[in-house]
Nanobody, 115 residues
Framework: EVQLVESGGGLVQPGGSLRLSCAGS????????LSWVRQAPGKGLEFVSL????????DYADSVKGRFTISRDNAKNEMYLQMNSLKAEDTAVYYC????????RGQGTQVTVSS
């Protein structure tokens, strides 16, 4: 059974930083391209970032490009999202998900950017 568990969210002031982690189990982690997606209050799921299986290729939504960095450590079955220069509009529940299958995602971690 595929399991994805996110952690690292919290409350941060505008301009601050957070590092999210996603631990995967129950599937061959290094084979899968993985995504970070987010859901703001009252809105649908939104693509944030994508990384391929060996970490050599990444992609970002325009809204986070230059501020967020995605990475992974296949030896640990973990994926990360380093978020810098956070803005109020980044407030959302953040999920890690399989590429192209956002229904397969973790329980999410709340990120709140507020002064």
């Amino acid at each position: 059974e595929v399991q994805l568990v996110e952690s690292g969210g919290g409350l941060v002031q505008p301009g601050g930083s957070l590092r999210l982690s996603c631990a995967g189990s129950g599937f061959p982690f290094f084979y899968y391209d993985l995504s970070w997606v987010r859901q703001a209050p009252g809105k649908g799921l939104e693509f944030v970032s994508l990384i391929d299986g060996d970490g050599s290729s990444t992609d970002y939504a325009d809204s986070v490009k230059g501020r967020f960095t995605i990475s992974r450590d296949n030896a640990k079955n973990e994926m990360y999202l380093q978020m810098n220069s956070l803005k109020a509009e980044d407030t959302a529940v953040y999920y890690c998900a399989l590429r192209g299958d956002w229904a397969t995602r973790g329980q999410g971690t709340q990120v709140t950017v507020s002064s």
